[in-house]
């Protein structure tokens, strides 16, 4: 069994005093986060913002004590296995792009809009697992 590895990041801002997270949509219309392959000499932390920047155009800050996995077949390759680990990333005052080569949109919205979006399991428990992490660290 291969296992392809990739990095990104569940990015928010915040608005109205509550967190809005950016969501992307696939060219297949699958949403989901900014994300990509690492690079030969990457680190895991250097491929989400490289992968972040290229995405959606933003330069983020990444929150420390929060990673979280993913692991899925990819049904167009056998035997293989898809590996995404996702961080953190919080941005202010820069508007989001859209890298039209890779995504057919994006959208700034709230924690019930976004899982409404989802068609996968993985993004859902992604995004509960770093709302829950956020939630807890505003609370401090």
């Not at 035997?79 to 994006?106: A, H, R, W």
């Not at 700034?108 to 996968?120: E, G, V």
């Amino acid at each position: 069994m291969v296992t392809e590895k990739s990095c990104g990041a569940v990015v928010y801002t915040e608005a109205d005093g509550g967190i809005m997270y950016l969501i992307i949509r696939s060219k297949a219309g699958v949403y989901g986060f900014p994300k990509g392959h690492m690079e030969n000499g990457e680190t895991e932390l250097e491929t989400a913002l490289r992968e972040v920047k290229e995405e959606v155009g933003l330069d983020i800050e990444l929150l420390p004590d929060f990673r979280s996995t993913d692991l899925f077949a990819l049904p167009q390759k056998a035997d293989t296995m898809k590996q995404v680990v996702y961080f953190i990333g919080y941005f202010e005052n820069q508007t989001p792009s859209c890298q039209e080569e890779e995504l057919s949109g994006l959208s700034l919205c709230t924690y019930d809009d976004a899982m409404k979006l989802f068609q996968f399991e993985g993004p859902k428990r992604i995004l509960s697992e770093a709302n829950e992490y956020l939630q807890k660290r505003r609370t401090r």
